[in-house]
C-alpha cells in the first residue's frame, strides 16, 4: 500500500520584530482512520498551507465560510491542536518546538476567547474562581494582591466586584462574553485570538462586546486575530483581513484595499452576498452555486475553480501562487497572472 | 468591602422569593391553566364557536391585541403584550427585535405551539382568513387546529440541524406531511409530489436525497429540505423563524433568492421573523419592531429604513456594523431589558432611552400613526396624535 506523507517543504522565515505574530505555510491535517488496524487512509487538510502575519497592536480578520479551517487556524496558532507542517512564529520564537516548561511560561502572552459563551465556562465555579485561576497559577501577581487586581480585572470588562461569588448560570450572554473577556485578560497577554467572540449574541450586545474589545486593545496595546464569517463586524474591528476558502488563503491585505477593491471570485461573492440594512439599495448579487466541497479531497488545481464565475482551463490542473497586485496586498488566482507584479521593495 | 456586601444582599434580595410564595403562584397558575387546557382538549366543537370575519379581506392574518402568557412559578411571563399587527396576502412582513422580545411567541401562538400548559393564549384574537371563511385561531381546539397547521399555515425553524428527526430519511419525513393532509393519495402520487417538491427548492439529485437521511446533508441542504415540507401543501402563509440565522452568508443569499422565488411562485405570504436588519430590509415589505413583549414601531420596509422614529429602532439601527460606513465607536444601547415578570407602568423603553420627554413620566404610549401606515409608540411624536383626532 502506498504511503501517505505529508509534504512540508517551506523557506524558513526571517523574524521581523515589528510582528508579533509571523505564521509561514502553516498546515494542519486531520488523519482519516478506518479499518480494524485503525490505519490512516486520508487527510482532511483543515488548514493547507497559510502563511501572514500581524502587526504589533492591530488586528487581523479572518473570514470564510463555515468549514473553511478559520477556528483550526487559531487553535493551531495557539498550539492547542499540533501543527503537521510550516512554522508559527510569536515573537520570533517557534511555538510548536518549545518544551512543556517553556510552553507554559508562553501561554499567559496569549490566550483565546471562544465562540459560545454558553459552554466555555464551567457551570461549578464561581466567576472569581474563572477569572482568577489562572491568575494564580501563572503568580501573575503577588499574593496579597491577588484581589484586588482581580476586582480591577473584572471591572475593566464591565462585571461588578459583588459577581465575583455568581455562577455562569446566572449571567446573559453578553455578561458572559465578558466573563470570557476577563479571564483571557487576566493573563496580561499580548495576542489574544478571538474565535467568533460575538455571533452568538444579539445585535445590540454584539456592539457593546465590539466596543470593549477595541477599548481594551487600545489600553493593552494587544493584538488580536478576529475569527469571524461576519462581514460587517470584521470590516469594523480590523486594520487587515484575509479570506480564506478551503484551508488556503484566497486573498489578503488591508480592509482599505480589500473592502475598496476585492480581487478573487470567492471575495467578489462573499461581500455581494452581505445583506444591506437599505432597502433602496438593489445590487447585482453573485449568488455561489453549491457548498464548499470536502477538504479530504480538495479539487485539482485551484481550489476554488468549482464554484467560480471566472474559471478557466488553466485553473483546473495548476494551482495558482500568491500575488501581490498592490503592496501589501496579495491575491490567489489565475485571473491576476497577466498583472504586473507590484513588490513594495 | 463593606459597601459590597451590601450592594451584594439588596441585589440578592431583589428577586428572592420565598418557597412558601413560589407554592402559592403555582398552585394559582394551575388553576388557570387547567381550565384553559380542559377548553383547549374539547371534542366535537361546533364551528361556529371559532368562526369569524376578517376585517380587511386582502388580509391573510390580523393579530388583534394578543396576548401570550407564560404562567411560570416565579410570576407570569408577559411574553406577548398587546400585540396588534396584520400580514396583507401575497407580501412579506418582517418582524425585528432582541432575543426574548417576543417575535417567535407571537408565531407560535398563531401555531398553537407554545409550550403548554405553562404558555397559554390569554385574551385577544388572531384571525386567519381561508379564502371562504376565516377562523379565530385564538379560540380554536386541538382537533381543529391539527387540520389548519401544516396545510394552511406551515412553519419554518431556526436549526435546520435539530427540526429534522436524524432516526428517518428525507423522503419520509416529507411524505408525512402530504400524507397526513391529503389521506386518499396513493403512496405513488406522495412520493412524486414529495420530489417534485425536493425539486422545487433547488435540490439537484431529488432521488438520491429521498432516500438520505439528514447527517448526509449539509446545513443549506437541511434548510432546503425543511422549506420543502413546509411548501408541500401550499399554504397561505409560511412563518419563517430565523431562516438563515445558523447559516454562512453565501448559503444565506441562496436560501433568500430561494424564499423569494417561491413566495411568488406558489403565492402565498411570508411572516419573517430574524434579529438581522439586513435580511429584513432585503425581503420585507412590511416591517414590525418589538421590544419587550410590545410593538414599538411598525410600517412599510421604505418608512421605517428611511425614517426610523423610535429610540430603540434608532439604536438598533446604529449598533449593527455597515459595509462602508465608518464610525469610530457602534452605539450601544444603554441598560438592559426590564424584567418580564415584574414590567413597569411606563414606557417599557423609558429606563434606556436617551431622548425622554416630559411626558415619558406617564403611562405606556398609545399608538402614534405618523403616516397611515406608519404607526410608533412614544411620546417624542404627541403631536401627530392629537392632529390625528
Redesign the interface.
Known sequence: MEKITIDNTFTPLVHNPDNVLEVNALKKYFPIKEGMLQRTVGYVRAVDGISFNIKRGTTMGLVG??GCGKTTVGRTILRLHEKSGGEVLFNGQEVHTLSKAQMRALRPKMQIIFQDPYSSLSPRLPIGEIVGEAVREHNIVPKEEFNDYIDEIMSECGL???HR?RYPHEF?GGQRQRICIARALALNPEFVVCDEPVSAL???I???I??LL?DLQEEHNLTYLFIS?????V??ISDTIGVMYLGSLVEFGSKEDI?REPLHPYTK????????????SKMN?I??EG?IPSPANPPKGCKFHTRCKNCMEKCKTEAPQPKEIEPGHFVVCHLYDNEPENKAE | MSE?KE??KS?RSANYLSAKESRRISRQNRKITSAMEKKYRRKNVPESEYLTQMHDPRNVVEFDDLHSYFFTDTGTVKAVDGVTYEVPQGMTVGVVG??GCGKSVTSLSLMQLLQRPQGQIVSGSIRLNLGDKAYDVAKMPMRAMEQIRGNQVSMIFQEPMTSLNPVFRIGAQVDEVIKLHNPTWSKGQVKQRTIEMLEMVGIANSEGVYRMYPHEL????RQRVMISIALACNPRLIIADEPTTAL???????I??LLRGLKDKINSSIMLIT????????M?DYVVVMYAGRIVEKGT??EI??NPSHPYTI???A??????RR?D?????PG?VPNPIDMPDYCYFRDRCEQCVERCQGKYPPEIHLTDTHVVSCYRYWDFHKEDK
Open positions: 465560510e463555515s461588578q466586584p459583588y461569588d446573559s444579539d445585535v445590540s454584539q456592539a457593546q465590539i466596543n477595541r464569517h461576519d462581514l460587517s463586524v470590516e469594523h473592502f461573492a462573499l461581500f455581494s452576498a452581505i445583506p444591506i440594512p437599505d432597502p433602496n448579487r449568488v455561489l457548498s | 459590597n450592594t451584594k441585589a432582541e432575543s449539509s446545513g443549506g441542504m454562512d452568508v453565501t448559503i444565506q443569499a441562496q433568500l433568492d434579529h438581522d436588519l439586513g435580511v429584513i430590509a432585503e420585507a420596509a421604505q429604513f428611511s439604536g438598533l439601527m449598533s449593527k456594523p455597515v459595509i462602508n464610525v465607536r457602534l452605539y450601544s444601547i438592559k
